[in-house]
Every structure is written in structure tokens, then in C-alpha cells.
């Protein structure tokens, strides 16, 4: 079956640094690749997603998400953190033909100032 | 502008007490979606429509019931509510077809139970 990891439940990094979140998908055809944020209290809003054509994606607010095969990964960067960027970050995989999504486990980001 | 609506955003019920939550959307899309949210986790999939057809998953407790009388309304019933019901509660769209369009989510009902 299908599983998406997120590697770290919780990461911190300082105001102006780069910001790194994993996501690696189990699967011999890549599926369809999404990132969604979520603030508290709120719904999922979508960051970015990956389909075909271009492997590096770039979405909202400045993030950015370079899919490769080879590592079966969809990490998503965003080369200087900003306060705002605190949230909850979930991976999510459509495979093939579905419409289903299965979501990863989630990020916690930390921005400290 | 196009979106997800779901009312109310919190919900206080009681134990035992059915409780109805509902979702629409002005975006025309075949697919709804409920799932449930607990503190730090993913969001659970309970039961999804596409169009008028019914899609439990097969973990999704029996107390948990859906109706999407029309394309833009769908609601999530729970018969009887236990302490392990509270959560907070996200209903999702999508055009469906192959899976390569998004999701839309609305922002949720946290729900309560005295």
C-alpha cells in the first residue's frame, strides 16, 4: 500500500534561515505529490503540488519542492524562514488513478525570532 | 470566490447526544470528503462521495453517518457521541477525475463533548 513519511514531527529553525521539510513516498510509479499548510484552527491550504512536467515546483509564500524519482522524495524548502511560516506542514500522495490522498504525519514548524 | 464552507466552527455537544455538522461548496466539484482531525495528527479519512456514491472507509466507526442530498451540501452525522469523538472536523472537495487536482478544505468544525 501506498505510505508517505515525513522524516521530523517537529523542526525549529531561526527567522531568516532555510527551512527543510522531508517527505519520502513509498511507490514504483510516482504518484501525485502535494504539500499543504495548516494554521491553527484552520483547514489544510495548498503549498504546491506536483504532477508531471517540471520536478522543481514552486508554490506559495515562497516555498519551493524539487521532486526526485530516484529518492522517491517531494522535500519542500523555502530559503529564508519568516514568523508567519509557523504551522503544521502535511506531504500528501494521490497514486495513480485514485482520489484518494494519503497524507504523511505532519511537520510541526518552529520559526524562532 | 470559489470555497469550502463548513458551519459551525465549533460545535458543543453532549454525551450521547446526536450532533449534525455541515459542509458546502460553490466549486461545483464531484468529490466530497470528511475527515477527522485529532490534536497533532493527520487528518483521518472517515467517508467520502463521489457524486452520489458512497465511499466508507472500513475503520470509520458505525456512529459516524453521511448524506449529500445535492452536489454542494454534505453532512456528517454522529449518532452518539463519546468522550473520543472530540476532534476537530474537515470536510474537503476535489473535481475528482485522476487524482492530479488538489484538494480544497474548509476550515473546519472543532467539535466538544460535555
Known amino acids: 500500500a501506498q505510505s508517505v513519511t515525513q522524516l521530523g514531527s517537529h523542526v525549529s529553525v531561526s527567522e531568516g534561515a532555510l527551512v527543510l521539510l522531508r517527505c519520502n513516498y513509498s511507490s514504483s510509479v510516482p504518484p501525485y505529490l502535494f504539500w499543504y499548510v495548516q494554521y491553527p484552527n484552520q483547514g489544510l491550504q495548498l503549498l504546491l503540488k506536483?504532477?508531471?512536467?517540471?520536478?522543481l515546483v514552486k508554490g506559495i509564500n515562497g516555498f519551493e519542492a524539487e521532486f526526485k524519482k530516484s529518492e522517491t522524495s517531494f522535500h519542500l524548502t523555502k530559503p529564508s524562514a519568516h514568523m508567519s511560516d509557523a504551522a503544521e506542514y502535511f506531504c500528501?500522495?494521490?497514486?495513480?488513478?485514485?482520489?484518494?490522498?494519503?497524507f504523511g504525519t505532519g511537520t510541526r514548524l518552529k520559526v524562532l525570532a | 470566490d470559489a470555497m469550502v464552507i463548513q458551519n459551525p466552527r465549533y460545535q458543543v455537544t453532549q454525551f450521547g447526544k446526536p450532533v449534525t455538522l455541515s459542509c458546502s461548496q460553490t466549486l461545483n466539484h464531484n468529490v466530497m470528503y470528511w475527515y477527522q482531525q485529532k490534536s497533532s495528527q493527520a487528518p483521518k479519512l472517515l467517508f467520502h462521495?463521489?457524486?452520489?456514491?458512497?465511499?466508507n472507509e472500513a475503520d470509520t466507526p458505525d456512529n459516524f453517518q453521511s448524506r449529500r442530498p445535492n452536489t454542494s451540501f454534505c453532512f456528517l452525522d454522529i449518532r452518539s457521541p463519546g468522550l473520543g469523538d472530540a476532534a476537530m472536523y474537515l470536510c474537503a472537495t476535489s473535481s475528482g477525475g485522476q487524482g492530479n487536482q488538489p484538494q480544497h478544505f474548509g476550515d473546519g468544525t472543532r467539535l466538544s463533548i460535555l
Open positions: 500528501a500522495v494521490n497514486p495513480l488513478g485514485t482520489y484518494k490522498y494519503i
Open positions: 506536483y504532477t508531471t512536467g517540471a520536478t
Open positions: 462521495y463521489y457524486d452520489k456514491d458512497f465511499n
